[in-house]
């Protein structure tokens, strides 16, 4: 399919991005890696009066540690999360979902700032910055805010920045060490997953735990969560993993279905840590 008209342009600075985003007011769309964005406009899904491609900003495609925080520019590649040292050993379970990730292919080009933004239900590294307690930093005219991943996907394709504001890095507290499990099912390999999970053991106690395909948005298994802290037995508390979601009921799944596979995977995820 063919996409309607629209103009680019190509900033060669973070304040350029915002300027653009602020002159445009409402018509232009963020261009990262594109795997989202341009399949999207493809379909009619999406229009964009202009693109805004901010691919090449390197200032925004970094991972270091800040504090006990480990800091990931939003144009960081899905390859780079797979096998940067500094992910691997302080925040392995982000790593491990990025591994799952479509093809090779993807992951060269896929930026976890586009994937956060799209906010499909279904992105495996939704579930693991949720899990992770990760922090979002945007910034925009008002200048720069954080925003909890809790509090950051709204809807179904829908997130928490404000027209003209720019995603920019993630912020996650360092786990070294740590436990943690990422588990999906998926129709077709490297197909976007039926059901995800990702888990980490927190610190002094308990786990903290995502689910993927659930419902409109990411969301923590909460009653899991909560039966674990209580001391009930991994596998009780697994049975817990649908409660107060909103699986949704469609071709690709039924809703009990999708309900059977949180249990199943929340039950492999606890078994692994």
């Known amino acids: 399919m063919i996409p309607a008209g629209f103009s680019y342009v190509r900033p060669a600075s973070v304040e350029e991005a915002l300027d653009e985003l602020s002159r445009h ?30 691919g090449r900003l390197r200032e925004l495609s970094d991972v270091r540690v800040d504090g006990d925080q480990v800091v990931v520019g939003a144009l ?39 994937s956060l933004a799209h906010a499909d239900p279904a992105a495996d590294l939704a579930a693991a910055v949720l899990a992770l307690d990760g922090v979002l930093v945007a910034r925009g005219p008002s200048g720069t805010r954080e925003i909890p991943a809790r509090e950051f996907f709204t809807g179904r394709y829908a997130n928490a920045l404000a027209a003209g504001e720019l995603l920019t890095e993630i912020r996650l507290p360092a786990a070294p060490g740590r436990s943690y499990a990422f588990e999906k099912f998926s129709r077709r390999a490297l197909d976007w997953a039926v059901v995800g999970v990702a888990a980490q053991a927190r610190p002094g106690g308990g786990v903290a735990i995502a689910l993927i395909g659930m419902g409109p948005t990411p969301v923590r298994a909460t009653a899991v969560e909560e039966a674990l802290a209580a001391g009930t037995p991994a596998a009780e508390a697994a049975r817990l993993a649908a ?31």
């Open 76 to 114: 960081t590649r899905h390859r780079t999360l797979e096998r940067d040292p500094v992910v691997a050993g302080k925040a392995p379970l982000l790593a491990a979902a990025a591994r799952r990730i479509g093809d090779q292919q993807v992951r060269n080009r896929g930026t976890i700032g586009g």
């Open 25 to 54: 007011n409402g018509s232009a769309r963020v261009l990262a890696g594109g795997h989202s964005l341009l399949p999207a406009m493809k379909l009619g899904r999406t229009e964009a009066g202009v693109l805004v491609d901010i």
């Open 243 to 273: 409660q107060g979601c909103e699986p949704p009921d469609n071709a690709v799944a039924s809703a009990s279905y999708r309900a059977h596979l949180a249990e199943v995977l929340v039950g492999r995820a606890l078994a692994a840590l």
